[in-house]
């Protein structure tokens, strides 16, 4: 970032105590910290642990995991568990962070955890958002997630690390 994203004006440098030097405007006054969305991204598993759900989603035929953004003044975790709930109508009931990605493309800082639901029914699937849902085993999982896409990365290392 080299130009203040009020006012326009080049950005210098400042130190800030604890930080280093932040990119700082000298006509707000004001430190310019990096801006980027934040994302959450979950490998939902079934209560045994046997299972991944995998989505379909906006008319693609690709398989990817749940997923949303995290809402100004939410935490990550809170985020998880409302994402879930309204795509899939799932409760959540434990959940681990696994890895997190920058995603360039949307400048979106992708968080992923992996979650387990109460259950397995997909009865209260939200339609308006999922067009499919499906549960896989790992080894289905793996073959049926859209290939070379983060949610591979964050599904490989999740499955790799057990
Ligand atoms: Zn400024």
Request: with cysteine; aromatic share 10%.
């Amino acid at each position: 970032m080299k130009y203040c994203y009020e006012c326009g004006t080049k950005l210098t440098e400042r130190e800030l105590e604890n930080e280093g030097k932040i990119p700082y405007c000298e006509k707000c006054g004001e430190y310019r910290f990096p801006i980027f969305s934040t994302a959450v991204s979950m490998i939902v598993e079934n209560p045994d642990k046997t299972e991944i759900l995998l989505i379909q989603q906006y008319g693609r035929k690709n398989n990817i995991l749940v997923a949303g953004y995290v809402n100004k003044g939410e935490n990550a975790e809170n985020a998880v568990m409302r994402e879930v709930m309204e795509e899939t109508g799932l409760k959540v009931i434990d959940m681990h962070f696994n890895k997190s990605e920058y995603f360039e493309k949307t400048n979106t800082l992708m968080l992923n955890y992996a979650c387990t639901v109460e259950n397995e029914s997909l009865a209260h699937l939200n339609t308006g958002e999922v067009d499919k849902a499906q549960w896989f085993t790992h080894e289905q999982a793996c073959e049926n997630i859209k290939p070379n896409s983060l949610a591979e990365k964050f599904l490989l290392h999740y499955l790799n690390i057990q």
